[in-house]
Every structure is written in C-alpha cells, then in structure tokens.
C-alpha cells in the first residue's frame, strides 16, 4: 500500500479534468453485431442494458477504451484509424487517462463505477484486423469496471474520477 503523504500518492491524487463519452456500444450477444447507441442505462451491480454482460456480478461489467488509442491501434496495423465497434467495447472516453482511474470510482453521467481492472485483446483481434491485430491491441486495449450506481448515459456525458 502506497503511503498516503509519498509524493508518488500526492501525484496519482493529483487534479484531473473530466473526460468525455463519445461512443456507447451494446454487444447483444457473443460475436453478434455491436449495436451502437446514443443512450443507454448502467443497472447497479450488473453492466449495460442490453448488453451481454448484463446481469454478471463480476469485474467486467463495462468496457472502455480511450478514444486516443483509437488512431494509434490504426498506426500499428496500417489503416489511418480503426472503429471502436471493430474493438468491441461499450464505451469510447476522449480526453482523460483511463489507467488514471485504477483503483478508482467515477461518474460516467448519472452512473457510478468503479474501475476493475485492464482490458486486454483477445485472440479475435486476430479475426477482426488479420495477422498482427492481438499485438496491435495490446496496451491499448482500455479497462473494465463494475457498476456501483446505476443511471443514464449519454453521448457528450462527462467522464470523472470521484476523489
């Protein structure tokens, strides 16, 4: 455990300015098409409504990948940018580090979560972008995160760390 007065822990508790949804993404089912949404409910201790996920008590309720990572998954495989529904994850956040929130809650508009942990690609990248995708992926792959308090959320919803 980090001492709480170290300056490492006064930097990781530093400011941070809020982020912002850009993209929502619901996965019906195993490899079914991502439907993607302008809204959507996050159901407490359950995931997205609508999404295969839901009903899970588990780590991996929510997915996010940063919207920055999105160009530079494209550079590693050649291609100016990739969509996020080729990466199958719920939420697309821009301006905020998602690994910031390790260990963390925060406010993604109505909703309360809590990070879990990293995302990292599967082998169906490899499907998805051909020969190179899983290491395209890697690193950038986003996080995972429980519900805490479910709500509504919107595209153009602000994206912060609860201190």
């Not at 905020?96 to 508009?109: S, T, Y």
């Not at 909703?111 to 051909?130: D, I, K, W």
Request: net charge positive; with cysteine.
């Amino acid at each position: 455990m980090l001492n709480p007065a170290s300056p490492l822990a006064r930097l990781l508790d530093g400011p941070m300015r809020p982020g912002v949804l850009r993209w929502i993404g619901l996965r019906p089912a195993r490899r079914a098409a991502l439907r993607v949404v302008e809204e959507a409910a996050l159901l407490a201790g359950q995931g997205l409504e609508g999404d295969r996920y839901a009903g899970r008590n588990g780590a991996r309720q929510v997915t996010l990948i940063q919207a920055e990572h999105l160009p530079a998954i494209g550079a590693f495989l050649g291609l100016e940018e990739v969509a996020p529904e080729r990466l199958r994850r719920n939420l697309v956040i821009s301006g905020l580090n998602l690994l910031a929130l390790k260990g963390r809650r925060f406010r993604v508009g109505e909703a309360v979560l809590e990070m879990t942990g990293e995302c990292h690609p599967c082998s169906r990248m490899e499907e998805e972008f051909g020969p190179g995708g899983y290491n395209a992926v890697r690193g950038h792959g986003g996080v995972t995160a429980r519900v805490l308090e479910g709500g509504a959320i919107r595209l153009g919803d602000a994206v912060a760390r609860l201190d």
